[in-house]
């Protein structure tokens, strides 16, 4: 006789190794490409092959999937930012790898999840956007060191271009690559009048290959 176990439709049908992963992967999906008003939670479930009643063990609710997505897309880059900073006092080349892992977890991320950013019901999750704003102020303040101490209107640049992978992902969706996150990593640094050498260009890629991975 069979015993009861994991509330199941069928086998897993998402990539993941656990539950939460395969939500989150489904839920992506769903959002990215039919809106997140009509996507519902037992739509979710189906997706992922298991009960709705099994997913609300993992997520309360819709909006909880939402900040979880969306911090996927930020919540490791501020992690190696913090470590970065803490490793360098060379703010050039602490912008130059801040960008570079940051573009790379942009381009990494399932389904492009930087397109949530401009879903209406993100406004409401405020946690995601204070952690988005901290990681922007890591970005300013790196710029405005770079610059020789000067808070200027470029100084907000480098985070925005860093930003723009998620619309080139729209356009070319085999977008990837860590040729792409440095191509993005030498603009930040441009679009400031900072020369980007050899030299600094190798310090930055040292401390995204020292710090990437690295748990926080």
Request: proline residues 5%.
């Amino acid at each position: 006789m069979s015993r009861p176990g994991r509330p199941r439709h069928r086998d897993a049908l998402r990539p993941g190794s656990t539950a939460v992963e395969q939500i989150l992967d489904a839920a992506g999906e769903l959002f990215v490409t039919q809106g997140f008003t009509v996507t519902s939670t037992r739509s979710i479930a189906e997706a992922v092959g298991i009960r709705q009643a099994s997913l609300y063990h993992h997520f309360p609710n819709k909006e909880a999937i939402l900040e979880a997505l969306l911090d996927a897309t930020v919540v490791p880059s501020l992690e190696f930012a913090r470590r970065v900073t803490r490793s360098v006092d060379d703010p050039k080349a602490a912008l130059w790898a801040v960008t570079a892992g940051d573009a790379a977890n942009l381009l990494s991320v399932p389904w492009n999840l930087g397109r949530l950013y401009l879903l209406p019901e993100v406004d409401g999750i405020e946690g995601f956007h204070r952690r988005r704003r901290e990681l922007h102020a890591v970005y300013r303040e790196l710029a405005v060191d770079a610059v020789g101490g000067r808070d200027e209107f470029r100084c907000g640049l480098p985070v925005r271009l860093t930003e723009t992978v998620i619309a080139q992902r729209v356009d070319d969706p085999d977008i990837t690559g860590d040729e792409v996150a440095e191509a993005i990593a030498d603009a930040a640094l441009r679009v400031l009048e900072v020369d980007v050498d050899d030299a600094l260009r190798a310090e930055g890629r040292a401390l995204v290959k020292q710090h990437l991975a690295e748990p926080d």
